[in-house]
């Protein structure tokens, strides 16, 4: 049996991590079917975008520790690393990610949350860093990921005092974009990726390029440079010109 599920529909990759037993812990195994999968999906062209959930009733519980240390003989370090593609791989796609987050995101789990672009979140999804009452540090840069998402206070709330967010407290600090009822959960995930994924596939992947580019970017002149070279490439594609074409057409029909 699989233990990543994938569905392809409106151009939209819905991810399933199926391992139900573990509640969708990463495990090595599972982690090569990610990576794997990932490579597969973004040679793709009816791929635009991309949902990534876990069977219910969690999303993730995070690492399984138990493969840490039979990885491949290198020790922690090399151990965790292995675990921590699982999550960096997604991290990585140039494809547009949203997380939706139906349960528990625990650890390494919240991680492949935090990795995603945007992530909703159930009513019952739950954000636990779990670290603290572990003895362990954390790890995959989640702390790094949460700062820039959520700010300070957050990071030291969830991992310094081992506050755990429901959806609606994700939500209000900003970890998540938006809380829905569960049962709507996957379709206004997979209709948000589907507006991403309608759209021209390399137009959005070269947005997503220049996200993360601007991340690091300390003034608005640089930020324009940064911008001008594709926004000048994706005026000559058919694409926006036919677009406006259309939007000329309706407007003079009025």
Known sequence: MPLVRTDIADGVATVTL?????RNALTL?????????????????????????????????????SHLSSSTGGGAETGLRAIYEGFLRIGRSPLPT????????????????????????????????????LGLHPGGGHTWMAH??????????????????????AERVGLVWRCVPDAELLEAAQT????????????????????????????????????LVPQVWSLEQPAFKERVAALQAKITSK
Request: with cysteine; proline share 4%.
């Open 192 to 227: 948000m990726a589907a507006r991403a994924a309608s759209a021209p596939h390399e137009l959005v992947r070269r947005i997503k390029a220049t996200l993360r580019d601007v991340a690091s970017i300390d003034d608005h002149e640089s930020a324009v440079d940064r911008e």
């Open 98 to 133: 949203l997380a939706a987050v139906n349960g528990a995101a625990v650890g390494a789990g919240m991680n492949l949350a935090l990795v995603c672009d945007v992530r909703l979140a159930g009513s019952r999804a739950r954000f636990d860093t779990r670290f603290l009452n």
């Open 29 to 65: 195994p599972m982690v090569a079917e990610i990576t794997d999968l990932f490579d597969q999906l973004e040679a793709n062209p009816a791929v635009g975008a991309v949902v990534v959930t876990g069977e219910a009733p969690a999303f993730c519980a995070g690492a399984d520790l």
């Open 148 to 169: 820039r998402i959520a700010g300070p206070q957050t990071v030291a709330a969830t991992v310094l005092f081992g506050e755990v967010l429901d959806g609606t407290e």
């Open 18 to 22: 199926a391992d139900r037993d573990r």
